[in-house]
C-alpha cells in the first residue's frame, strides 16, 4: 500500500466548476505540501501545510491531522489549470519526501 | 540567487556506461533530494541528504549512489547504466519545511 494515496487519478471538467483532490496517508507527518506540474513543465509548489487552512487566489489546501487527510480546492477552474497536481508529505521519522501519483486534471473551455 | 541548478538537461547513455548528475543550490538548504518521475509512478524518491557529509536510502536507491560533500550540491552517480534507469529526474532542496525543484533531467539509456 502507498504511504500517499491521491484521488481522483484522472478528472475531466468544464471551466468554471468546483474543483476537489484529495490525499490521504499513512505515516506521521510534519509537514504536506501540494505541488503542480504542467504537461513538460517542472514542478512548482503551491501550498505547505501543518495544520488549518491555506488559501491562494483560486486555490485553497485544508489539512486534517487527525484524520491524516487534505484536500485541494479550485474555485472557477479555468483551462490553464490543467495540470498534475501532486501531495507530498514530510515523514517526521526521518524527512523523507514522499509524493502521490498525482492528479491529472483537464479543464475543457 | 538561481535557486535549484541540474545538469545536465538531457542525457544519452549506453548500457554499461556511468555518469553523474549533479544538482546545486545557492540557498544554503539543508535538505537535498533525488527523486525519478516515470509514467503512472508518480515521484519516487532515489536517496536523500539532511546536511553536508550524509546521505540516506530513499525507496529506489539499486544502481545509484550519492555524495553530498559541499552543502550546496549534491551528486546522483550511476556507475554502470541499465535501460530501467531511462527516467526523468528531480532534484529537489528544503530548508526545513518548503520544496524548491530543480527543473528535471531526461536521461535514456539504450
Known amino acids: 500500500k502507498n504511504e500517499v494515496e491521491q484521488s481522483p487519478q484522472n478528472l475531466t471538467a468544464q471551466e468554471g466548476e468546483f474543483i476537489t483532490i484529495n490525499c490521504s496517508y499513512s505515516?506521521?507527518?510534519?509537514?504536506l505540501h501540494w505541488l503542480q506540474q504542467h504537461p513538460g513543465g517542472g514542478i512548482v509548489s503551491l501550498f505547505m501545510l501543518s495544520s488549518g487552512k491555506k488559501k491562494h487566489g483560486r486555490l485553497i489546501a485544508t489539512i486534517n491531522i487527525q484524520e491524516k487527510h487534505s484536500s485541494l480546492h479550485i474555485t472557477a477552474s479555468h483551462p490553464r489549470d490543467s495540470a498534475v497536481y501532486i501531495c507530498a508529505v514530510r515523514d517526521y521519522r526521518d524527512d523523507k519526501i514522499i509524493f502521490g501519483k498525482g492528479t491529472r486534471l483537464h479543464i475543457l473551455p | 540567487n538561481a535557486g535549484v541548478t541540474q545538469t545536465p538537461k538531457f542525457r544519452v547513455l549506453k548500457t554499461g556506461q556511468s555518469m553523474t548528475l549533479l544538482c546545486a543550490q545557492d540557498m544554503n538548504h539543508e535538505y537535498m533530494y533525488w527523486y525519478r518521475q516515470d509514467p503512472g509512478m508518480g515521484l519516487r524518491l532515489i536517496h536523500y541528504s539532511v546536511g553536508e557529509g550524509t546521505t540516506a536510502k530513499g525507496e529506489v536507491p539499486d544502481g545509484y549512489n550519492v555524495s553530498r560533500l559541499k552543502k550546496q550540491n549534491f551528486l546522483l552517480g550511476l556507475e554502470s547504466a541499465a535501460p530501467s534507469q531511462t527516467s526523468v529526474y528531480f532534484c529537489?532542496?528544503?530548508?526545513?519545511?518548503?520544496?524548491?525543484f530543480g527543473s528535471g533531467t531526461q536521461l535514456s539509456v539504450l
Open positions: 505515516v506521521g507527518i510534519s509537514a
Open positions: 529537489a532542496s528544503s530548508p526545513d519545511e518548503k520544496l524548491f
